[in-house]
């Protein structure tokens, strides 16, 4: 492995670690206000949401394949299934629509 490749992942391995240990370390012990921990506990969901929802639309030619399995995982998600419960309830339905379709 040449030397640039090395200096490539120590620098990939800073970049990543400094944005994580940096709030570590300047908010130890401080509280935060309750509307910034409420905005802060959702984020992970927003970023997944955006992350998801534009490959719902291009994961096949048919785009009804892809709103159906939407549709099946937003129905199991609002009864309160588990997590693995929704994602394989959403390939169920998305196996029975590859077959009828």
């Known amino acids: 492995m040449s030397s640039s490749v090395i200096w490539i992942i120590i620098g990939m391995a800073?970049?990543?670690y400094v944005p994580r240990m940096l709030p570590l370390a300047l908010f130890q012990g401080k509280s935060m206000p309750p509307f910034l921990e409420g905005i802060l506990r959702n984020v992970p969901?927003?970023?997944?949401?955006?992350?998801?929802?534009?490959?719902?639309?291009l994961i096949q030619e048919d785009i009804w394949f892809g709103i159906t399995g939407a549709v099946a995982a937003l129905i199991l998600a609002f009864l309160g299934a588990n997590v693995i419960v929704v994602v394989l309830g959403s390939i169920g339905v998305l196996s029975l629509y590859s077959l009828i379709f």
Request: no cysteine; proline share 6%; charged share 5%.
């Open 14 to 16: 800073i970049v990543t």
């Open 45 to 57: 969901f927003a970023i997944l949401g955006a992350l998801i929802f534009p490959k719902i639309f």
